[in-house]
Structure formats: structure tokens, C-alpha cells
């Protein structure tokens, strides 16, 4: 098992990296802006059922986004909004699902962050958390069948899921079958409420890499230069076949659960800690220090998140909302087996 | 002779002969042929297809629908029933929701060797087809023949949704055809087992054939009972059922499982809601006793319907 920490950037990788870093900003800026604007239309009653936002975890998701290639599967979990960005999912796909737009991929009948489209790699996660684990296996497994080689399946999943018995039979199970899959774990020290110490009592999450026979990875999920090159790492592995790769990113979540929830249980002095640094703004700081960007430039890449988000919102606003007497309330594919609501 | 069980493994040969897009995976099922021997030979008929997995059910069915994702037509085998709860969360929440909330298909068939055998206990003889059939997008099938048994399984292999395939270890080895059938009713249709006139028995799967003896003790006293198998319990062929009771003007829901909110409630309650005016006398269901499934042949015997105890009920429908 390879235990991978970051190492700084060699001098040959820097041209690459400062490329590969300001790309992945503007994911993780859009990502907040586009966040940052849903919570303003849940607040407005914009938006039914709830808001979920990935604030302090966009440096992780970008990562994890970008390392993948077209083709490749990614199962994003609750706070992966850059990530799905930097995977090719369109900003309409977002607001859509948010808003309950009938033109959107779910087309009103899942909302928030419960979206994708599978045939497209883009799996559509459901709420019980570990669950999108087996189901990234099996498409591992499947295009193994069909003799597909050279693709990986990323999901994400954060410290709470690793206590269900889908993080350890997914985990295992592609362990035996040695798919190419990566399993990217943000540790934010919270599940919901529950603290860490609640959650699990191994010293540090990595060492279960040992126990499943899998290569593990730790990386500083504030720090968007380490979790670029542990995240290309461990998708470069499982793509040359090294076999399932487990990333335990160590971060706070920077607000609440959702937009319902205040977050009052986060100790305090945690957020005083460098886990509770903000990774967009630490992002920010290397880009000026480093002199990859100006600050004109960064002002410039901030005002065109917003023109896209702001875009996306106002053709969203203007969309049909679902029609129950055109929905055909119909489970199934095989439509002529459909009982429908005659008996009910 | 062809027994329901060697019926259920030549389904799977052929739909792996036919469909390179079919593997299985289950526990047990690769060289040693499964626990009951329903993938006897297959793994080296059909090499890397028919594969071991590992004790992990929910991992088992969320790969098959993350294979079915991309194209493949998984049969899972589940080593009993029962197990299925264990992957429960991936057949209800994720399989079955899957075409609804994305409009990509689920094709996966899961089979669960269903219902008791005497001796097998608590947690090896549980009937859930009624649990599966409750939610939205699965289609849960109860095959009571080899005939059915065969064609029916290929059916689920083809059909586009998550199948829950309900095969009956009772019938496994002792029920018997003399070849496999070359034509097929299609599923949602239930079948006139025996025809009659004074009664009419809706049931399904092992039941049928409990049913169809009670028929045949009752046919000694001068009774006509008509048996109706509903060969899939989702979808539920009511048209038929309400037809024979159209006839008899009497109605007997059976089956193995619990009583609750099941199958047999589900009949009796279409029929009244449905069909009150065609009911001579209030109708009646017989199914297990409400606990769990005891372990003791004298126990057990008693604990689900038999011919006996189904003649007992239709002799109080028929003198109502």
C-alpha cells in the first residue's frame, strides 16, 4: 500500500501546476458564486426542499473534478458542486434541479443535489450515503466486461459515510475485483452534527486503506496545490491499473448541513485551526504571491462567475415548472407492465 | 424430466447464450454451482460471466445497477430471500427509482429463492415478494411451474426494469415437466390453473399447488373449485380475477406470506373495491401465522397454509 502525503511541486511540474491551479479557481469560484446565489433564492423561497453548500471543501471537489477525464465516471456526493463543474456538468443542470425546472435532468422529480446524467458518467446520487459506492463498482465492472479499458470511477463521500456498510462492501468488493476506482473521503469533522469522535475510533481514516488492501492518501483539502496533485496521483494510479485508491482529505465544513442549519455545534476554536482555513481564499493568496494572476485578473474571473451564474438563474426563472396532469406517473421502462394509480 | 430448478439454470444458459450483455454474480455461484445448484456448470460454460461475489449484498445489487447503467443485463442471485434485506436499500431506493428520476433503464433481475422448507428456520424460508411489490418500479414475478419458471426468468432478463424473481425453494427439486416450454404467457397475465364454478382460489407461486390438491379433495364431494395463478404478483392480472368471480361468486385469497398489508390483501381488496356486486358472501384470505417462521416441521407445517387447512377455509366460504 502506498501512503501518499503532498510533497511541494517539483520546479518541471510548476508551468503545468499554474496553469492546472488557476483552472481549477475558476471551478472553485464559480462553484461559490452559483452557491452562494442559491442560498440567496432559498432565503427568497425560490427554491423548495433545501440547500446544500460545499463552502470550504471546493478546493477538494475541483481537485477531484479535474483529475478525471471525459469518459470516466464520477458519483459526486452533497458538496461537490465545483467538482461537477470541472467534470463537465453544465451550470443549467444546477439551477435547474435547484428551481424545479421541468427542462432540467430530472425534470422536477428529484431536486437539489440529487442530479446527473448516468450515460454521460454523471451519476445521480441518492440521499443514503455509501450507497453510490457498489453502483460506481458495478460500471467498473461492466465496462471491464466489455473490454473498456483506461477509465476510472471517482466518488465522494464525506466521514459519516464511512461508517455505513456500503462504504465497507463497496470498498471491498472493488478491492477484489481491483477496479480503478477512486474513492475521495472529505473528512470535515462533522457528520451533520456528529463530531469525529462520535463518528469513528481510528486514529486517522487513511489506516482503513490497510485493512481493505487498497493504496491510501492523505492530503490537506484547504490546500488546492496538494489536493491537485494527490487527486492526479492517486486517478493516474487507478488508471494504470493499480487498483482502488482511497483519498482522506482532512477539512471543516465552512456552514451548516444545509442552508437550514447554523452549524452552532462547530467548536469553535476549530475554526481558528488551519483545518477551518477558507481554501478559496487561501487559493487567492498563492495566486497573487505566486504571481499567476493579478488582482485585476482575479477581480475579472469574478465578474464573469457572476455573469454566468446570473445568466443561468434568469433563463432558469423563465422556465416551466413540472405539470402534474402531463406527468404520466409511470415507474417503469416497460410501460405496458405499469399498474399505475387504477387500483388506488 | 426437467425439475423447476434445472428449469431456472437452462433460463440462465440461454439468456448468457444469447445476450453477451447477461453475467451473474451472487454468492457461491461461480464454480461451485450455487448454494442450490441453479448455476450448475455455467461458470464453465460461459467463462469470467458467471462470477463469485463476495458476502455483501447491498455491494452485490448497487454494482449490478451501476453495470446496468452502463449497458449490461445482470442476474443476481441471492444465496436465500431473506438476504435481500441486506441489499434492500440498493433494490428500493436505487434500482427502483432509477428510470423514473434519470430515464436510464435498470435492467437487473435478482432472484430470491423464496418460501420455507422444513427445517430451514426463521431466516431461510421468508416469502417477501409483497414487501418488493409495494414500491414503485420493480416488477416482482412468483412463477408457480417449470414451465413459468423458465420462461418467466427470460422474460426478466429482457424486460428494461428491476425484476424481483420470486422462485420457490419447495418447488425446486419435486416439481416436474417433461420438457421445457417453446412458447410463453406473457407476464401480467394470470393463468387458469383448474376451472370450476362454486369457488374461485387466487393464489400463487408454491400455493398453487397446495390449492390445486385442495381442489382436487374438494372435487370428491361434488365441488367445482376454480384456481387462479397469478404468476406475477406485480403487475397483478385483476381482470382475470375478477372474471372467475364473476363465475363463482365466491373468492379465497391464498399465500405463504405474512398477513399484513399483503399480497392476499391486496386481492381482496381490488375485488371489493373493484367488484363488490360480483361477491355471493364475503371473501376470504388464508396466509401464515403472524411470526416469524418456525424452525420444526410440526411447526412449520402448521404455521403456513396447506391443502388441508385451505379446504377447511372453503368449506366455510362455501356454506356461507
Known amino acids: 500500500m502506498v501512503q501518499a502525503t503532498a510533497a511541494p511541486a517539483a520546479s518541471a511540474e510548476t508551468s503545468n501546476l499554474e496553469s492546472r491551479f488557476l483552472a481549477a479557481y475558476r471551478w472553485m469560484l464559480l462553484a461559490r458564486v452559483v452557491e452562494e446565489k442559491l442560498a440567496s433564492l432559498y432565503r427568497g423561497g425560490k427554491i423548495t426542499g433545501g440547500v446544500f453548500l460545499g463552502k ?23 458538496r461537490d458542486q465545483a467538482g461537477r463543474l470541472a467534470f463537465g456538468e453544465s451550470l443549467l443542470d444546477c439551477t435547474r434541479t435547484y428551481m424545479g425546472s421541468r427542462l432540467g435532468p430530472m425534470r422536477g422529480r428529484d431536486g437539489n443535489v440529487h442530479r446527473g446524467r448516468p450515460r454521460e458518467g454523471q451519476l445521480a446520487m441518492i440521499s443514503h450515503l455509501g450507497a453510490m459506492l457498489p453502483v460506481v463498482a458495478g460500471s467498473l465492472l461492466a465496462r471491464r466486461f466489455k473490454g473498456q479499458h483506461g477509465t476510472v470511477g471517482a466518488t465522494s463521500l464525506g466521514d459519516g459515510a464511512t461508517s455505513t456498510g456500503a462504504f465497507h462492501e463497496g470498498l471491498n468488493l472493488a478491492a477484489v475485483e481491483k477496479l480503478p476506482l477512486v474513492l475521495v473521503v472529505a473528512n ?13 475510533a481510528c486514529e486517522d481514516l487513511v489506516d482503513k486503506a490497510i485493512g481493505y488492501g487498497v493504496a491510501g492518501h492523505s492530503v490537506d483539502g484547504t490546500d488546492l496545490a496538494a489536493c491537485l496533485q494527490v487527486l492526479d496521483r492517486a486517478v493516474s494510479a487507478a488508471r494504470a491499473g493499480g487498483g482502488p485508491q482511497l483519498v482522506i482529505a482532512s477539512l471543516l465544513r465552512l456552514v451548516g448541513h444545509g442552508e437550514h442549519d447554523d452549524a452552532s455545534y462547530v467548536d469553535p476554536k476549530l475554526r481558528e485551526t488551519p483545518l477551518g482555513a477558507d481554501c478559496l481564499k487561501l487559493a487567492e493568496a498563492r495566486l497573487l504571491a505566486e504571481g499567476w494572476a493579478s488582482a485585476e485578473a482575479l477581480r475579472k474571473i469574478h465578474e464573469g462567475a457572476e455573469r454566468q451564474v ?35 | ?41 455455467l461458470a464453465k460454460e460461459f467463462p469470467g460471466r458467471v462470477m463469485d461475489a463476495p458476502l455483501s449484498e447491498d455491494a452485490i445489487i448497487g454494482s449490478a445497477i451501476g453495470a446496468a447503467i452502463e449497458g449490461m443485463r445482470p442476474i443476481i442471485e441471492m444465496q436465500f430471500a431473506d438476504f435481500s434485506t441486506i441489499g434492500f436499500n440498493q433494490i428500493v431506493n436505487q434500482a427502483a427509482t432509477l428510470h423514473w428520476r434519470t430515464q436510464i433503464p435498470c435492467p437487473i433481475t435478482i432472484r430470491l429463492p423464496s418460501g420455507g422448507t422444513a427445517g430451514a428456520g426463521p431466516f431461510h424460508s421468508q416469502s417477501m415478494e409483497a414487501l418488493y411489490a409495494h414500491y414503485p418500479g420493480l416488477i416482482v414475478m412468483t412463477p408457480a411451474t417449470v414451465e413459468d419458471a423458465y420462461s418467466m426468468l427470460l422474460e426478466a432478463v429482457a424486460i428494461d426494469d428491476p425484476v424481483i424473481f420470486c422462485e420457490h425453494k419447495y418447488l425446486y427439486y419435486h416439481l416436474k415437466a417433461e420438457a421445457l416450454p417453446t412458447e410463453a404467457t406473457p407476464t401480467g397475465k394470470a393463468r387458469l390453473a383448474r376451472m370450476g364454478r362454486d369457488a374461485t382460489i387466487v393464489t400463487y407461486s408454491a400455493m398453487v399447488h397446495e390449492s390445486l390438491a385442495c381442489a382436487e379433495e374438494l372435487a370428491t364431494e361434488g365441488w367445482e373449485i376454480e384456481v387462479i395463478d397469478l404468476r406475477s404478483i406485480k403487475p397483478l392480472d385483476t381482470d382475470t380475477v375478477l372474471a372467475s368471480v364473476a363465475r363463482t361468486g365466491r373468492l379465497l385469497a391464498v399465500g405463504e406470506a405474512w398477513p399484513w398489508g399483503g399480497v392476499t390483501a391486496e386481492i381482496l381488496a381490488r375485488v371489493a373495491t373493484e367488484g363488490f356486486g360480483l361477491l355471493d358472501v364475503p371473501p376470504m384470505r388464508l396466509n401464515a401465522k403472524d411470526t416469524p417462521v418456525p424452525y420444526h416441521p410440526n411447526l412449520w407445517g402448521t404455521h403456513r397454509p396447506t391443502a ?13
Open chain 1, 56 to 78: 470550504g471543501q471546493e478546493a477538494l471537489s475541483a481537485a477531484t473534478g479535474m483529475a478525471l477525464r471525459k469518459g470516466d465516471i464520477f458519483a459526486p456526493l452533497i
Open chain 2, 1 to 41: 424430466m426437467i425439475t423447476y430448478l434445472e428449469a431456472i439454470r437452462e433460463a440462465q444458459a440461454k439468456a448468457l447464450a444469447d445476450d453477451p450483455r447477461v453475467y451473474i454474480y451472487g454468492q457461491d455461484v461461480g464454480q461451485f454451482g450455487g448454494a442450490f445448484k441453479a448455476t450448475k456448470n
Open chain 1, 188 to 200: 470535515n469533522q462533522y457528520a451533520y452534527s456528529t463530531p469525529t469522535s462520535r463518528q469513528f
Open chain 2, 308 to 320: 388441508k387447512t385451505i379446504a377447511a377455509a372453503l368449506r366455510q366460504l362455501l356454506a356461507a
Open chain 1, 310 to 344: 446570473e445568466d443561468a438563474v434568469t433563463a432558469t426563472l423563465r422556465e416551466p415548472f413540472p405539470d402534474p396532469n402531463a406527468e404520466d406517473w409511470c415507474a417503469l421502462a416497460t410501460r405496458h407492465l405499469s399498474e399505475g394509480s387504477s387500483h388506488g
